[in-house]
């Protein structure tokens, strides 16, 4: 791809042009109903999430003139209850020398009644070698954002290559620290440390010490943070080969959980690295702390490398629904918040009965836009699962083995192609207790959130089938099982419009 196209700035685009792009997106017909997406262009990581001044902030990155990956702004969009979303603009746009070449990830701290968000600026020199900056704005009450003119830190430290970024700071009782993904000279990566008194002026302390070594050649947005006791690093490896049914997508995003960071030495005693997601379609997860201190992680919902079906409507990608997190035995649980509830635009409608052996659908359980749980109890079948989003030939299928123990999700015929090397089947192995199974589903227009057992494991993934792909089947297969399904139709919670109602 030129140059010239992808580093495209949006001011260089006539109102015409932008006007017939977001007409363009606007008449998609996979556009989302609660999800955030943009109203043009691409979407990938979620950046600067944090509570401020009564609101929810999210940011995300964002290239207006293209569904490839160009140009980067932060894009701002706002909530009072994380369900109803509000496009606030342009947060952060690239134009100093030291982000010319785009405003890369980061994350937002309040500090003296203001927001301040740190991301990476990206520069090419002419050589068009990259170089990366670490870089402040602030926002005021009134929601006015400021660009520092200086960034702060201007170098990358020796051992490390230009791959520098992501920064996700936090506030312990002494400091202000932040934790930036890294490839070391060697091409292997890691997480680095900075330290610092006031958010201006920072040190490098190093490296986490963990206990992954050789562990993909690049982390990308890393984030500690401490809960329940337990230090946890999130963080986006790249460069990880698939493991039986682990590492399946083109890059990866985990976790490793165990005794708090040692803010001296950086050692980090921990478990083994955790697969957050085992759908298709996640990555670059952030996480924050609300007001009711809830530790609350969103994601990219799609990856780069892949090409859907969205792309030739000029537009690309969401972000995932916001999932509250904590531990249950030892491992990170992913659970949707609970306002979501606010989205049921109908009464429950509940369904009871036992499966022999047949697939059933039952009248009134069917739709393209609900929430449903769907518990299989007193299993005596070899397989149970769901087919949702279903027509004559198109459906998207969730089953638990129940022989093997495992969970998989097939988009293999969920709709229009999505274009990967990577597979159409999702698999991980789950231990069901007390011979049962329950899912809960989020489905929109073009995606599908499954969470099993309570949060144990969640499948995202995006899926594009036809309008008239509504029906939800329920299956059993060699044997029987019990069933109970609540559904809701849900209400649309985003708009394709800019500023205040």
């Keep these: 791809m030129d140059r010239e196209r992808k580093y495209r700035r949006l001011d260089q685009a006539s109102p015409e042009e932008i006007a017939s792009l977001k007409e363009q997106a606007k008449r998609s017909e996979w556009r989302q109903r609660f999800h955030v ?6 979407l990938n990581d979620p950046n600067g999430f944090s509570y401020y001044n009564g609101k929810y902030h999210l940011f995300y990155q964002w290239f207006p003139l293209g569904t490839f990956h160009g140009l980067k702004y932060w894009y701002h969009t706002s909530s009072t209850d994380l369900v109803h979303w509000q496009n606030k603009g342009i947060a952060i746009e690239p134009g100093y020398s030291h982000d010319a070449y785009g405003a890369y990830s980061g994350s937002g701290i309040v500090k003296d009644d203001k927001l301040y968000l740190m991301y990476t600026g990206n520069t090419r020199d002419e050589e068009w070698n990259r170089h990366s900056y670490q870089c402040m704005a602030v926002m005021d009450r009134v929601g006015t954002i400021t660009k520092l003119d200086k960034p702060l830190i201007d170098r990358v430290p020796d051992g490390y290559t230009e791959h520098f970024r992501d920064p996700k700071v936090w506030k312990d009782e002494d400091l202000f620290r932040f934790v930036i993904g890294a490839q070391r000279d060697d091409q292997t990566g890691t997480a680095v440390v900075y330290e610092s008194p006031d958010l201006l002026d920072w040190s490098c302390k190093g490296e986490i010490q963990t206990r992954l070594e050789h562990f993909g050649y690049m982390w990308e947005c890393p984030d500690y943070f401490e809960l329940e006791g337990q230090g946890v690093l999130l963080f986006s490896p790249q ?10 997508n083109v890059y990866q995003s985990g976790y490793i959980a165990g005794k708090p960071l040692d803010r001296g030495t950086l050692e980090f005693e921990h478990g083994s690295f955790y697969e957050l997601d085992r759908g298709f379609d996640f990555y670059a997860p952030q996480t924050m702390v609300d007001e009711k201190d809830r530790r609350i ?4 919902m799609g990856l780069p490398e892949v090409v859907y079906p969205t792309d030739s409507h000029g537009w690309a990608h969401c972000l995932t629904l916001p999932r509250t997190l904590s531990f249950r035995e030892g491992k990170l649980i992913q659970l949707p918040v609970p306002e979501l509830e606010l989205l049921r635009e109908t009464t429950a409608m509940e369904t009871a009965d036992t499966l022999y052996s047949e697939v059933k659908s039952y009248a009134g359980v069917e739709g393209t836009v609900f929430e449903m749980t769907c518990e299989f ?3 005596e079948a070899d397989v149970v699962g769901i087919e949702f989003r279903a027509g004559e030939t198109e459906r998207t299928v969730i089953w638990y083995d129940a022989v093997r123990q495992k969970v998989t999700l097939d988009r293999s015929s969920s709709g229009a192609t999505i274009v990967s090397d990577y597979g159409t089947t999702r698999t991980c192995m789950l231990h069901a207790k007390v011979n049962s199974i329950k899912f809960h589903l989020f489905v929109d227009i073009s995606s599908a959130e499954v969470f099993v057992n309570d949060g144990e494991e969640v ?3 995006r899926i594009f089938p036809k309008q008239d792909s509504r029906h939800i089947r329920f299956f059993a297969k060699n044997g029987s099982t019990g069933l109970k399904v609540t559904k809701w139709d849900l209400a649309q919670a985003v708009k394709d419009i800019e500023g205040d109602e």
Aim: glycine fraction near 20%.
């Design 37 to 42: 997406q943009p109203i043009m262009g691409l």
């Design 239 to 248: 460069g990880l080969s698939p493991q039986g049914d682990e590492f399946r």
């Design 297 to 300: 992680m969103v994601g990219w």
């Design 377 to 379: 109890h007193g299993i």
């Design 459 to 461: 499948f995202t993934s």
